[in-house]
């Protein structure tokens, strides 16, 4: 079945050590999104690929970083965690052509940890 | 930017009953697609029912419907004989179409979730 897997479903991480979530997707989706979700609260775009093109939320820290090196693959990189950057890191994708929007597709999402 | 809300923090009802989840939305755009997602407890999110804003037909996916009243900017859902399974948050979302090429998808814009419980 086509899907968007999640690597690690848990990762815990010591304070400022550098972590890296990796998603793929069978989809073959133009868009791959990430989102942070903390406990009890709606995920928040971090930022998305439109194919290669990188989309930055005017809001999301520097110390959070993506790559896509290909269709299928992107990564989320967060340089030195800190204590509140403990969530659920979700990531989307999504066939999008102009003047359409289609559905999301989430994967099971990473849950951070920070020690 | 587009702001979305959700006034009920948590719904409990009985298995079999119907339920209704509100879902208010403000926009400037014209053209919009609104979702309800689903996110049952320890795992992933799926998609629910999707409602395009140029359609006036109510959407409707097996025992869910939506009311969508684009001029109130309301679009509730209706969940008719609710199961067990059906316990889960339940977010509804705001996505704009992409307006131009390589201009970067929206992401969706998320209310904070109504968390629903069906007692058996």
């Known amino acids: 079945d086509a899907m968007v897997i999640q690597n690690p479903r848990y990762q815990v991480t010591q304070f400022g050590k550098p972590v890296t979530l990796s998603c793929s997707q069978t989809?073959?989706?133009?868009?791959m999104y990430w989102y942070q979700q903390k406990s009890s609260q709606a995920p928040k775009l971090l930022f998305h690929?439109?194919?290669?093109?990188?989309?930055n939320e005017a809001d999301t820290p520097d110390n959070f970083q993506s790559r896509r090196p290909n269709t299928s693959f992107c990564f989320l990189d967060i340089r030195s965690p800190g204590l509140g950057d403990a969530a659920m890191y979700l990531c989307a994708t999504s066939r999008d052509e102009i003047g359409q929007a289609y559905e999301q597709y989430f994967g099971p999402g990473t849950r951070l940890t920070v020690t | 930017a587009q702001t979305v809300t959700q006034s009920q923090p948590e719904m409990s009802v009985q298995e079999a009953e119907t339920v209704t989840l509100s879902c208010t939305y403000d926009t400037s755009e014209s053209n919009y697609y609104l979702f309800w997602y689903k996110q049952p407890p320890s795992r992933q999110m799926i998609l629910v029912i999707r409602q395009e804003a140029y359609k006036q037909q109510n959407a409707t996916e097996n025992r869910f419907s939506v009311n969508f009243q684009k001029a109130a900017k309301s679009f509730s859902l209706k969940i008719s004989d609710s199961q067990l399974g059906d316990t889960a948050m339940y977010f509804c979302a705001f996505l704009p179409p992409l307006a131009y090429s390589g201009g970067g998808a929206d992401g969706l814009t998320f209310g904070k979730g109504t968390h629903l419980i069906i007692q058996p």
């Open positions: 690929y439109y194919d290669k093109d990188f989309n």
């Open positions: 989809l073959n989706h133009n868009v």
